[in-house]
Every structure is written in C-alpha cells, then in structure tokens.
C-alpha cells in the first residue's frame, strides 16, 4: 500500500479466525487494502510489518470461541487471536477489541436473527459493506473472499467513525 507522507491516520479492521480478514483504511486518499486471514505467523507479521510507519489505529472484534467447536479448534482459534493482539502490540499499533454486537449495533446492522444461518447473516453484513463502499473490486471478486473480509471492512469502517 503506497501512503502519501501527509497521511492523517489509518483505520485497521480485523474479522480474527481462519475464515477472516484485514482491512486497512486510509480515509485521507480514500483507499482500501484488504486481505484473507493470512494462513501462517510468519504471513501475519509480514503484513503489519509491512504498514507504512503513519498512526493508526485498530478495531479487533473480539470473540470467543464456538461451543461447538472441538478442543483442538478452540485451541487452535485462541493461538490465532494471541497472534494478532500480539503482532498488535509488536507493530506499536493501538487498538481495541470491541463485540460484535456493539460494532454491528453501531452501524446500524440488525444482530443474527433467532434460527438465521451463518451465510444468511454473513450476506446481510457484506450487503452492508457494499452499500458503503459500492465502487471497490472486491466485489467482482468470488463471493467466498467478499466474505472473508467484509467484517473487517466493516470494522476499519466502524475504527473511522469511532476513533
């Protein structure tokens, strides 16, 4: 991502988990970045590694992990959300963790309806992504990665408007 050096402030949004993403957001030019959950540590760290050095500010939404999920899952999920507040606090980057209800409550985003499936709820948060960014790319992608990072859209969304 090029930055101009008159860069105000970027906004980070993070969806944690496998399925999620990262979306940087520097409202000064306009421009978004965004990426799938990167697969490795190492992928991780080389994304915030490479943010230019502008302040900025974070929003991680913070879950915990499914009842449903087994151990080895909930094991692995917790590792996954230690690495980002770690690469966080390693790439000097303030943040915050914030609820989904809470960010969802504030962009006016109807919480998951009782019985809706996943995908349901997941399409109604990407419509809301695109209502407020209608001309990204991301859009023609293939629908699987507009949902890997449309709550992370939403939260760098949320990052603007709130800090």
């Not at 909930?74 to 230690?82: A, E, L, R």
């Not at 980002?84 to 998951?112: D, E, G, H, Y």
């Not at 939403?154 to 800090?163: D, E, P, Q, V």
Request: charged share 20%; aromatic share 12%.
């Amino acid at each position: 991502m090029v930055i101009c050096k008159q860069q105000k402030r970027l906004y980070i949004g993070i969806d944690p988990g496998k399925q999620g993403g990262l979306v940087i957001f520097a409202p000064s030019i306009d421009r978004l970045n965004w990426t799938e959950m990167p697969a490795t540590e190492v992928e991780l760290w080389a994304w915030f590694a490479s943010l230019p050095k502008v302040p900025t500010f974070a929003v991680l939404e913070k879950v915990n992990s499914d009842p449903n999920f087994g151990r080895a899952a909930s094991f692995t999920f917790g590792m996954g959300y230690g690495c980002l507040t770690m690469a966080l606090i390693a790439a000097k980057i303030p943040f915050t963790c914030v609820q989904p209800k809470k960010w969802q409550a504030t962009l006016n985003v109807s919480p998951r309806r009782n019985g809706e499936p996943k995908n349901k709820f997941k399409e109604r948060l990407c419509a809301e992504a695109r209502r407020l960014f209608p001309d990204l790319s991301l859009w023609e992608e293939a629908k699987c990665h507009q949902m890997a990072v449309c709550d992370a859209l939403l939260l760098a969304h949320y990052a603007r408007t709130n800090y």
